[in-house]
């Protein structure tokens, strides 16, 4: 039997019809948990003969799989976490400092030096107004640039999310890291190349950091809005660029995306408390059995997950060369990587070794 449960806050799970930050309070990855261990429990006694359970996951609720084991040894008899990040990190630079990596992976070194190149025109472009004036055309923004209410890093920062998480989802059938090499690299016009990832759509592009805080701050349900919830009340995950971090944009600082959360939410210092979460679930130092992570190596949020076997062996991992939870995804036979066939096959071997027990 699967059972695929709903988070609380998500989907249709919604205990408020609004979402302040009061009525935030119930959100957390310790309260989903318990949830888990809740259901469980009464589920349980609709059967006649209940057997052993396994929970799965993927990125956040991977983490959650993994943690689950551990808190929860009685309830479960294994853990599969595919993507799981496990390290609360406000400080993310590893993200976009993937993307480098990513591109020798695959074989695409030429679009690390398109990336450099745009980076590089686009950097001289924001120096001067004519420059600016060509950007706002070239990305048809719907704001003026070089302004409060769309400063030079927000813009930067959105134009680094547009190609450089890229190779986060970088699985069949799409490909999309490769989609986005192939657009950056087409002609040697990189500023254009850049523009063309957003697409041909007649709307224009939005860039104000100022507008992007109010629509965030309106207390509409949403999952948008829970996400940032824990990201600035547990997880962090925010994703600054500093010189020498990535290939990108050195001047894109994780201050003002933490000051996001004080604005977003109205709580005075609201700040992640990630040495907590990392304290309470033991961060890479995961203290459980029978729990298998699987990662890949284009997927940036690898980096804050567990890549390898514990010296007791309790924590098991596998890696494979794709991009984020491409283990649970449908298999494409003819075109998935050796390494992501066999690290399915590790977690099957895992299970049967599980069950058998």
């Known amino acids: 039997m699967y059972i695929s449960i709903e988070h ?18 119930w959100l957390s990855s310790q309260q989903a948990l318990a949830d888990t ?32 084991r ?3 040894p009685n309830s479960v008899v294994a853990s599969v976490a595919p993507s799981g990040p496990v390290f609360a990190q406000s400080n993310f630079t590893s993200y976009y400092g993937q993307f480098e990596t990513s591109c020798d992976l695959i074989g695409y070194p030429e ?5 450099q190149n745009g980076v590089s025109q686009i950097s001289e472009m ?12 070239i990305f048809n923004t719907c704001q003026p640039l070089n302004t409060t209410d769309t400063p030079n890093w927000f813009f930067e920062l959105v134009l680094m999310e547009q190609v450089g998480g890229s190779d986060q989802m970088d699985n069949a059938p799409d490909w999309p890291l490769n989609a986005t090499c192939d657009m950056m ?7 254009q190349n850049w523009a063309d990832t957003f697409g041909n759509s007649s709307t224009c592009n939005p860039f104000s950091q100022t507008e992007w805080i109010k629509l965030s701050s309106l207390p509409l349900p949403s999952s948008n809005r829970a996400w940032f919830w824990q990201k600035c ?27 996001w959360c004080e604005q977003i939410f109205g709580v005075p210092g609201l700040v992640p408390d990630t040495e907590w979460t990392n304290t309470f679930y033991g961060g890479y130092d995961l203290k459980a059995s029978n729990v298998m992570f699987t990662n890949g190596l284009l997927d940036p949020w690898h ?14 991992a596998v890696t494979y060369q794709a991009g984020h939870c491409a283990t649970m995804d449908v298999p494409y036979p003819q075109q998935d990587p050796p390494s992501l066939v066999q690290a399915r096959e590790v977690v099957n071997q895992f299970l049967a070794s599980v069950l058998d027990e």
């Open 303 to 316: 980096n804050l997950s567990i890549n390898e076997e514990t010296n007791d062996g309790q924590v098991q």
């Open 233 to 259: 009340t547990e997880f962090g995950f925010f994703k600054p660029s500093y010189p020498g971090t990535s290939v990108f944009w050195g001047d894109v600082p994780v201050d003002p995306m933490l000051g």
């Open 126 to 137: 924001l120096s001067t107004p004519s420059g600016i004036s060509q950007l706002e055309q």
């Open 37 to 68: 261990a809740n259901f469980i429990e009464q589920h349980n006694q609709t059967l006649s003969n209940p057997g052993p359970w396994i929970v799965f996951g993927c990125s956040y609720s991977g983490a959650l799989s993994s943690w689950f």
């Open 185 to 191: 690299t087409s002609t040697t016009n990189y500023v």
């Open 70 to 72: 551990a808190k929860y």
């Open 8 to 25: 609380r806050y998500y989907g249709e799970s919604l205990p408020f019809a609004e979402f302040t930050a009061a009525n935030l309070q």
């Open 111 to 115: 679009c690390v030096t398109a990336v």
